[in-house]
């Protein structure tokens, strides 16, 4: 049965799932298609169809590892190792950890292999055994900077089940009263006597020591407090503190105008009892009143949203020859939904583009000479940002396939339109209108 010959089943990969090859070369290209999509599911976050597509390369792989080797073992050791990523994801941790145990086991020296077991290990709450594992994973690979923070992170935490183990012992050496109060084994007694009242009383002097004061206080006098308190008497004889300081009508004159005044780049700005000719210069994309360039933000959403949605009703893909259905065509029909922001902001004189989306676009698919056969449907990108570098695709969510279908067209959506094809023009365009963004402005 061809790969693409139709769906037989409940699940998208039911043609891969339910075939049986006899011959080590027809395993090895079922094998190879089994990678391909397990990649393609992990992506997706489609983790039940990735747990079994990578059981179905596992099965196949054992049933020819013993004429193959070492390489074959190699290979078990990666799908073992993407298995237990799969079935961590879907919370079966015990799974997930007999799986890493498996790679290391048939290729010891594989980094990811000891990666996976000590997340499962930690997803376990058994963090010295996951420390031990991240730092053998360290050693087979020591520029790893994310091992490096792995394995910091196990030493953290590994160190604060030390510290509650301890408060924990430390707790338990007590006792509890009958009040619930916890009390110390052989805690000294106290020794201190109780207290008694004094009959003594504090001599009072008979003679009154008040004096009538003004209410109305004289600026003018300048007191011994005063001097104590730090304050002077102005030329004008109003008193205030001694750090207030008095500015004389000279000193005025020098200083000139200080009042705050409107910038216009355009036209000569004064500048004390001077005027400057040309205008000051600012930063390139800064505003008149940001000369420095430290920071300053511009709102390009409006621009961003036209040119984007434009870029993605130009995707499309045709089918090569060779393909199950040559010259086939899918393309991006509408984009139903739009939502995000855009922005440049100007740091100290250089650009910084800020932008973030989230989209879905209606697809097309038609197929036959004539093209009178359609598939239709939908998918959503939901983070389309700065984050993603170029190149590296985009995530993919909310895939479907809307109304019927014609018979056998299942596998051809899922590789050149799901999962390949038409979804990788997607991530091509978007990457164009990122250069664009970035050319423009």
């Known amino acids: 049965m061809s790969l693409y010959s139709g769906l037989g089943g409940p699940s998208a990969h039911s043609d891969v799932l339910s075939a049986s090859p006899d011959s080590i070369d027809s395993k090895r290209a079922l094998i190879e298609e089994i990678k391909r999509r397990g990649r393609a599911t992990v ?5 039940p169809d990735a747990d079994a597509l990578y059981s179905k390369g596992i099965e196949l792989l054992a049933s020819i590892v013993a004429q193959e080797g070492d390489n074959a073992k190699k290979e078990l050791a990666i799908l073992y190792s993407n298995r237990s990523l799969v079935r961590l994801q879907m919370g079966k941790v015990a799974e997930a950890l007999e799986d890493a145990d498996d790679a290391v086991k048939y ?16 997803a376990c709450g ?11 994973a360290l050693e087979l690979e020591p520029e790893n900077k994310a091992l490096k923070k792995e394995v910091q992170a196990a030493k953290e935490r590994k160190e604060q089940e030390e510290k509650l183990m301890t408060t924990s012992s430390n707790a338990s050496e007590g006792n509890a009263d009958s009040d619930g109060d916890a009390v110390m084994k052989d805690a000294p007694k106290s020794t201190s006597a109780p207290a008694t009242k004094s009959s003594a009383k504090p001599k009072v002097s008979s003679k009154s020591t008040s004096a009538k004061v003004d209410d109305k206080e004289d600026e003018s006098v300048f007191t011994k407090s005063d001097h104590v308190r730090g304050y002077k008497i102005r030329s004008d004889g109003k008193k205030t503190s001694y750090f207030d300081r008095e500015i004389s009508e000279e000193t005025k004159a020098l200083i000139g105008d200080i009042a705050p005044k409107k910038i216009d780049p355009n036209n000569s700005i004064a500048s004390g009892n001077d005027v400057a000719t040309e205008p000051l210069p600012t930063a390139e994309g800064a505003s008149a009143w940001n000369k420095a360039g430290t920071w300053e933000e511009r709102n390009v959403s409006s621009w961003a949203e036209e040119t984007l949605k434009a870029a993605l009703l130009n995707a499309e893909y045709i089918l090569p020859d060779g393909s199950p259905s040559p010259g086939a065509r899918g393309f991006v029909s509408k984009v139903s939904k739009f939502d995000g922001h855009a922005s440049f902001a100007t740091v100290r004189g250089k650009k910084r583009y800020i932008y973030e989306f989230s989209v879905t676009v209606d697809w097309v698919l038609t197929l036959g000479d004539d093209h009178a056969k359609v598939c239709h449907g939908s998918m959503a990108f939901p983070d389309i940002d700065g984050t993603v570098e170029l190149g590296d695709g985009y995530d993919m969510t909310n895939y479907s396939v809307e109304g019927s279908s014609p018979a056998g067209t299942g596998p051809l959506l899922d590789r050149f339109v799901r999962d390949g094809g038409l979804r990788d023009s997607i ?15």
């Open 427 to 441: 991530h091509r365009v978007i990457d164009d209108w990122v250069r664009l963004f970035r050319s423009t402005y």
């Open 43 to 47: 992506g997706a976050k489609n983790y």
């Open 107 to 122: 290729d010891p020296t594989y980094v990811k292999g000891h990666w996976r077991r000590g997340q499962a290990f930690t």
């Open 126 to 136: 058994n963090s010295p055994d996951a420390l031990k594992s991240f730092e053998t």
